[in-house]
């Protein structure tokens, strides 16, 4: 017996979980800033890892293993064929809901949320 007198549950799903109490409760103590790895750019083939003994160094290497932490969808769309330059997209999701630009709106209904080469 789920002796948790918040947890309900409703239509099949779990409600009223607080999830934002429950969590800062299990992450107490812990700090949620992480160091970032940056992803080889502009022809590069080293992954820049930030030195952990000295913050204005970086460390440079081709392959190494992590757990990734966080990940979160991020649309971009071209009218025309990107061609590698720096123009910005017609339209962009930095969330991976709400797209700005030409369309633009929600991305889940947006006919253009579609892969194609």
Same mark, same amino acid.
């Given at each position: 017996? *789920? +002796?948790?007198?918040? $947890?309900?549950?409703?239509?099949?799903?779990?409600?009223?979980?607080?999830?934002?109490?429950?969590?800062? *409760? +299990?992450?107490?103590? $812990?700090?949620s800033s992480f160091d970032r790895i940056k992803i080889p750019a502009g022809g590069s083939l080293n992954f820049e890892i930030p030195n952990l003994e000295n913050s204005d160094e970086s460390t440079f290497t081709k392959e190494f293993s992590a757990v990734i932490l966080y990940h979160h969808p991020l649309f971009t769309y071209y009218e025309n064929k990107y061609n590698g330059s720096s123009n910005p997209p017609d339209c962009c999701s930095f969330d991976g809901v709400i797209g700005t630009g030409n369309p633009g709106g929600k991305c889940r209904y947006c006919k253009l949320n579609a892969f194609q080469e």
């Open positions: 017996m *789920n +002796e948790n007198k918040e $947890l309900t549950i409703n239509n099949g799903y779990l409600t009223n979980l607080n999830l934002e109490n429950n969590l800062s *409760n +299990e992450l107490a103590g $812990l700090d």
